[in-house]
């Protein structure tokens, strides 16, 4: 069982800072990737960012120079630093982590809402 934990949402006005954690737990073994999807209310689930373990990361164009993604290795916590937050950004946000040697198995929070309004 792996058990995937984000917190940090919340409400923030426009040109904000929100920063999103995510803890892994459990059967963690052979970790490919952690990342950061979200979905508005109508609109389909989107990549944000995901970071390998090797560090190499991957940004939606929409949030590329305002977001930033990093990661925790060891502690198998992933981090995302929102920046200058548009109402665009509100969403709910959900962080995914890939397992896997032969073949990915994804594991998803629950998530957690994020508002950008005034």
């Known amino acids: 069982q792996v058990q995937v934990v984000e917190s940090g949402g919340g409400l923030v006005q426009p040109g904000g800072s929100l920063r999103l954690s995510c803890v892994a737990s459990g059967s963690i073994y052979s970790i490919r990737d952690m990342g950061w999807y979200r979905q508005a209310p109508g609109k389909q689930r989107e990549l944000v960012a995901s970071i390998t373990s090797g560090g190499s990361t991957n940004y939606a164009d929409s949030v590329k120079g305002r977001f930033t993604i990093s990661r925790d290795n060891a502690k198998y916590t992933v981090f995302l630093q929102m920046n200058s937050l548009k109402p665009d950004d509100t969403a709910v946000y959900y962080c995914?982590?890939?397992?896997?040697?032969?073949?990915?198995?994804?594991?998803w929070g629950q998530g957690t809402q994020v508002t950008v309004s005034s």
């Open positions: 995914n982590v890939g397992l896997g040697v032969f073949r990915r198995y994804d594991h």
